[in-house]
């Protein structure tokens, strides 16, 4: 069973950046997609990107795209989500959950999973407030 602990949340100011944690254990993330979610208090879950494991390939939300940076250290089982320039609209608790359907590289295709029901596995969540 593949078990996934976030962590790195916090308080931030607007135009400040935070780093996000996803630490897997119980299983290998290799060979798994990594996505990052997060709800909004009131609001449904929206994805915000996606990584494959095994290849790196990555892609981003509209909302997130130029701002937000995943990626991956196979070597010690975590995914990051590093975001810069933070909105108040960022504002709300991030999950990470991994699956099997592929997530490809932006360059080439804006069709990745964004629906939860696509990932398997899930972490418990780390809230991000962006306020001053």
């Known amino acids: 069973q593949l078990q996934l602990v976030e962590s790195g949340g916090g308080l931030v100011q607007p135009g400040g950046s935070l780093r996000l944690s996803c630490a897997a254990s119980g299983l290998t993330l290799n060979f798994y997609t990594i996505g990052w979610f997060r709800q909004a208090p009131g609001k449904e879950r929206e994805v915000v990107s996606c990584i494959v494991t095994s290849v790196g390939t990555t892609n981003y939300a509209d909302s997130v795209k130029g701002r937000f940076t995943i990626s991956r250290d196979n070597a010690k089982d975590t995914v990051y989500l590093q975001m810069n320039s933070l909105k108040p609209e960022d504002t709300a608790v991030y999950y990470c959950?991994?699956?099997?359907?592929?997530?490809?590289?932006?360059?080439?295709?804006?069709?990745?999973?964004?629906?939860?029901?696509?990932?398997?596995?899930w972490g418990q969540g780390t809230p991000v407030t962006v306020s001053s």
């Open positions: 959950a991994a699956g099997v359907r592929p997530c490809p590289d932006s360059r080439w295709s804006r069709t990745f999973p964004r629906r939860s029901y696509e990932y398997e596995y």
